[in-house]
């Protein structure tokens, strides 16, 4: 990582595709700030208004990915991202009201080729991007992928937050992940309570994550 980034400014978080709202009094006396969760259009990963309200009386932050598959080049297409677009703005705005300003990241869950991300993904993230700003920009566009994919789709304006995958063999990890643009970085499992974690670490040098602590304010005012 750079020599620039403050350790100080490094956060402990998880994220899961479980409900993490019975666990979060031991989540967060284990030292983690926040939980990463799931907008979808399968309801078994949704996060629910009940576990974000049991979140937030354990002090937790939140913050959400949309994924359905999302895990091969046929599952990103232009008309794809329009949909998902429309279904996570839902979510976000009648279901959970996430705070406006806040983050909604987009999951590429495999490891993509530049020739991947020219063809498939970024017709996928400018259609995502088309939709928010059609309703104002009310959150930040994120995404969740590899190197290559965070890099990209940051180079090119369609990503405000990056989230880099825990899988080091995948296309641009190391180089990305050593150049501290990232804001949340993947980390191993952990099981805790029983349920299966991915470890996070929140990068705040970069400002804010997209997270958020209330149904009212973002995590941070970056």
Not at 36 to 43: E, L, N, V
Not at 154 to 170: I, N, V
């Amino acid at each position: 990582m750079t020599d620039q980034m403050s350790p100080k400014l490094l956060m402990p978080a998880l994220d899961t595709a479980s409900n993490a709202g019975t666990s979060a009094a031991t989540l967060a006396q284990d030292g983690y700030k926040a939980v990463g969760r799931y907008y979808s259009k399968y309801s078994w990963k949704q996060l629910t208004k009940t576990e974000a309200s049991e979140l937030f009386a354990a002090g937790m932050n939140i913050f959400v990915v949309y994924e359905d598959s999302n895990d091969a080049p046929t599952y990103f297409s232009a008309d794809i991202g329009t949909q998902q677009a429309l279904r996570a703005l839902y979510q976000a705005d009648a279901v959970i009201r996430q705070p406006r300003q806040t983050g909604i990241y987009f999951a590429v869950d495999y490891d993509a080729s530049s020739y991947d991300y020219t063809h498939y993904i970024r017709p996928y993230l400018r259609a995502i991007n088309a939709v928010f700003a059609s309703f104002g920009y009310p959150y930040h566009v994120g995404v969740y992928g590899n190197g290559i994919v965070c890099s990209s789709a940051k180079d090119d304006g369609l990503a405000k937050l990056t989230w880099l995958s825990q899988s080091t063999g995948y296309y641009g990890y190391q180089e990305y992940k050593e150049s501290g643009d990232w804001n949340i970085l993947q980390g191993p499992y952990v099981t805790i309570a029983g349920t299966q974690y991915d470890q996070d670490t929140l990068n705040l040098n970069q400002g804010c994550y997209g997270g958020f602590g209330s149904f009212t304010t973002p995590s941070c005012s970056k």
